[in-house]
């Protein structure tokens, strides 16, 4: 295997042996830099799918149910006002956009935006949905011009990258000199990932082909030319979500089971548990679960304020401006 820092490298496995679908996964750490890399690497093909429309997302390119879609809503919009702390308008190109709701946002507010999504069927649910112009496949394949943005955003879009750092280069030609990159990841020397290990929520597992800390992260941007602006630890949408999640998984409650009730997949079939195993199992899982909440949620509440004093966030931030 090779690595992102390109140095002849000794890669020794992390976290071994986590079972998704027909896939048993395997975490290597570079002994060089500490960057981790998913194993078995998946085609392309495979990748897609796990992203596809029906898959990842519903037809209108949510995720979740409504009351965590709201909550959503909320982080996006705070999101918005971060970017326009730094860059009041402008253009703005968002690399993993999602169903486009903070382009929307930031349309409605003035901007110019643009969408970039390698999903063919996520891309036209931004452009039937918001109308928005979308770039479909892969950001470091198309021929954009020089300084063509004044803002790029990339919320928790890195690891999930078959090569980061081309992407990151990309981001520094077609980004206007005083151009801002706003970029975001799980941190993978977080207190979070510490503790959790393979349970942590973070890995997310198989999307995330890549497992970056923030010094991977910062020393990527540094190499390409960007100035620090700011690093922020405390994140309330994935970090309080983010140990509550971790914390389940560690009881030995089937995993990721909270997410996965939350997601808008949840109760839409009931097919598999008409079998009394599956049956008891679910129930049981969502008992537990709930129960289980009275007393996880104020802890994880505390241990993401004490990730962020210490400066180990599960989840970060990071805005750079790119030197003159």
């Excluded at 896939?23 to 002994?31: D, E, L, P, Q, R």
């Excluded at 750092?165 to 981001?171: A, D, E, F, N, Q």
């Excluded at 290990?197 to 010094?215: D, G, R």
Aim: proline share 2%; net charge positive; hydrophobic share 40%.
């Amino acid at each position: 295997m090779k690595c992102l820092c390109k140095k002849k490298s000794n890669f020794k496995k992390k976290i071994t042996d986590i079972r998704i679908g027909k896939y048993n996964f395997s975490i290597y750490k570079c002994t060089k830099c500490g960057i981790g890399k998913t194993y078995p690497i998946l085609t392309k093909k495979e990748i897609e799918s796990f992203h596809d429309v029906g898959q990842y997302r519903d037809e209108e390119g949510k995720r979740f149910n409504n009351l965590i879609e709201y909550l959503v809503n909320v982080f996006k919009e705070k999101r918005a006002k971060r970017i326009m702390s730094f860059k009041s308008v402008g253009k703005i190109l968002d690399i993993g956009a999602g169903r486009g709701l903070l382009l929307s946002i930031l349309k409605k507010k003035g901007w110019n935006v643009v969408a970039s999504e390698v999903n063919r069927k996520t891309a036209d649910v931004i452009r039937n949905r918001f109308k928005l112009p979308v770039l479909e496949g892969d950001i470091d394949k198309f021929k954009i011009k020089k300084n063509s943005f004044d803002v790029i955003n990339m919320s928790h879009v890195l690891e999930h990258l078959k090569d980061p750092i081309s992407v990151i280069k990309k981001c520094r030609f077609i980004l206007k000199k005083e151009g801002f990159i706003f970029i975001a990841i799980p941190n993978n020397d977080s207190l979070q990932s510490k503790f959790g290990k393979k349970h942590w929520y973070h890995l997310s597992l198989p999307y995330h082909l890549y497992h970056l800390t923030e010094k991977n992260l910062l020393d990527l941007l540094k190499l390409n030319g960007f100035e620090i602006k700011y690093i922020k630890h405390f994140d309330g949408e994935m970090n309080i979500f983010g140990w509550t999640q971790t914390i389940l998984n560690c009881l030995g409650i089937k995993r990721d089971f909270l997410f996965d009730i939350l997601t808008y997949r949840s109760f839409r079939s009931f097919k598999n548990l008409r079998k009394p195993k599956n049956f008891f199992n679910f129930f049981s899982n969502l008992f537990f679960t709930f129960i289980s909440l009275i007393l996880i949620l104020p802890i994880s509440f505390l241990f993401s304020i004490l990730e962020a004093i210490i400066q180990k966030g599960g989840c970060i931030e990071v805005c750079a401006q790119l030197k003159q």
